[in-house]
């Protein structure tokens, strides 16, 4: 029994050693998007280990009535897919400022905001990361709608 258990346990490190790949260590780039209106972020990752990483961007929207901005942080894990392509999920949060001014209505304010984030990437032989991802946004009272935001980006970056 003792050595079924032990097959399996190194199976399973197997298996997610298989899967584990390594990702650059930093990328910058732009988001675009359209979440509520910001449109593009610029976007920075930081790798910390071999599948996970630290992603960061920083979105603004100046229009004829309405100036926000809004700093997003997440956490991310990665998983190899095939040949280039990974797929990731993560979590964090972020903060913002938006104001409104028109002729019949002036307003501004600030928010918090958690977030979720899902996609796909693919890593090419030269220094270029493409990814399309989804990420919801929960908070945000005063700018988002119903405190729910959402988008769907995709994103371009340098590695380096």
């Not at 998983?79 to 209505?105: E, H, L, M, P």
């Not at 090419?124 to 399309?132: E, G, K, R, T, V």
């Amino acid at each position: 029994m003792k050595k079924l258990i032990l097959s399996a346990f190194m199976l399973m490190g197997l298996a997610f050693s298989t899967q584990a790949q390594d990702i650059s260590k930093n990328a910058l780039g732009l988001r675009f998007g359209d979440n509520d209106g910001f449109g593009g972020e610029i976007s920075y990752q930081r790798g910390l280990s071999s599948n996970n990483r630290l992603e960061l961007d920083l979105g603004w929207r100046n229009s004829n009535n309405v100036d926000a901005f809004k700093l997003t942080g997440l956490y991310q894990w990665v998983w190899n897919i095939d040949g280039g392509f990974n797929w990731y999920a993560g979590v964090g949060g972020g903060v913002g400022s938006w104001s409104i001014d028109n002729k019949n209505f002036n307003d501004s304010g600030s928010f918090a905001f958690a977030a979720g984030n899902v996609g796909i990437e693919y890593n090419f032989d030269i220094p270029l990361l493409i990814s399309l991802d989804f990420r919801p946004e929960f908070g945000g009272s005063g700018y988002y709608k119903n405190n729910y935001g959402s988008d769907i980006a995709l994103s371009l970056r340098y590695q380096f």
